[in-house]
T-cell receptor
Framework: KAGVTQTPRYLIKTRGQQVTLSCSPI?????VSWYQQTPGQGLQFLFE???????NKGNFPGRFSGRQFSNSRSEMNVSTLELGDSALYLC?????????????FGQGTRLTVV | DAKTTQPNSMESNEEEPVHLPCNHS???????IHWYRQLPSQGPEYVIH???SNVNNRMASLAIAEDRKSSTLILHRATLRDAAVYYC??????????FGAGTILRVKS
C-alpha cells in the first residue's frame, strides 16, 4: 500500500510570493493534517481536514490555508510568503478523526523563502 | 493542550533495552497516550499508543502507570536504526498532535 505522498519535495520561493503544497493520503484515509517544522518552534499543528471539512485549526495567521478534495487529497496554500515561513511542511493521514487512531506522515516538503 | 515532560536526551548501547520516560500529570480520563519518533530527514513515524493498559506491538511496548500520570516507552533491543527523536503526546482533540521537544535517543555500537 502506498504511503503518504507530498509534492514537491523541495521548493524555493521569493518573499511575497504564494505557494501551494500537495498531499495525497493513504488510500482509504479520510483525514489529512498539516504540520510545520522549524528548528526554533519544532513541530506545530496547522490544520486538519476530514471529508472535505476543516475540523481543527492551529494558531497560524490567515495566510495559511488549506482544502481537501473529494478524493481526500489535500492542498495547503501560503500567501505573501515571509522569510520565517521557511520550514519543512509535513502532511499526515489517518483513517478516521478519533484520538484512538494512528497518523501516517509523509516525507515533507522543504520550503525555502529567499 | 495537555503538556508532557520528557528528558532532553538519552543514550543506549546497541542490543540493550531502552526505557524512555514521559510525565503527564495533567492527563484527563479520555486522553490517549501516543508515541511517535522522527528519524533524521524523515517525517514522524507512529510507534504505539494506549489509554490505560500496557500495550505491545512489533516495534515497542508501552507501560502506563496506574494513575496514568506517567508512561514509559520500552524498546526491547535498541539498534542503530532506533536513533531518533521520540515524542510522547497526549491526544484529546481529534487528529491534532501537539508535539513537545521530545527525547533525542542516541544508540552506541
Amino acid at each position: 500500500k502506498a504511503g503518504v505522498t507530498q509534492t514537491p519535495r523541495y521548493l524555493i520561493k521569493t518573499r511575497g510570493q504564494q505557494v501551494t503544497l500537495s498531499c495525497s493520503p493513504i488510500s482509504g484515509h479520510r483525514s489529512v493534517s498539516w504540520y510545520q517544522q522549524t528548528p526554533g518552534q519544532g513541530l506545530q499543528f496547522l490544520f486538519e481536514y476530514f471529508s472535505e471539512t476543516q475540523r481543527n485549526k492551529g494558531n497560524f495567521p490567515g495566510r495559511f490555508s488549506g482544502r481537501q478534495f473529494s478524493n481526500s487529497r489535500s492542498e495547503m496554500n501560503v500567501s505573501t510568503l515571509e522569510l520565517g515561513d521557511s520550514a519543512l511542511y509535513l502532511c499526515a493521514s489517518s483513517w478516521g478523526s478519533s484520538v484512538n487512531t494512528e497518523a501516517f506522515f509523509g516525507q515533507g516538503t522543504r520550503l525555502t523563502v529567499v | 493542550d495537555a503538556k508532557t515532560t520528557q528528558p532532553n536526551s538519552m543514550e543506549s548501547n546497541e542490543e540493550e533495552p531502552v526505557h524512555l520516560p514521559c510525565n503527564h500529570s495533567a492527563i484527563s480520563g479520555t486522553d490517549y497516550i501516543h508515541w511517535y519518533r522522527q528519524l533524521p530527514s524523515q517525517g514522524p513515524e507512529y510507534v504505539i499508543h494506549g489509554l490505560t493498559s500496557n500495550v505491545n506491538n512489533r516495534m515497542a511496548s508501552l507501560a502506563i502507570a496506574e494513575d496514568r500520570k506517567s508512561s514509559t516507552l520500552i524498546l526491547h533491543r535498541a539498534t542503530l536504526r532506533d536513533a531518533a527523536v521520540y515524542y510522547c503526546i497526549l491526544r484529546r482533540d481529534g487528529n491534532k498532535l501537539v508535539f513537545g521537544a521530545g527525547t533525542i535517543l542516541r544508540v552506541k555500537s
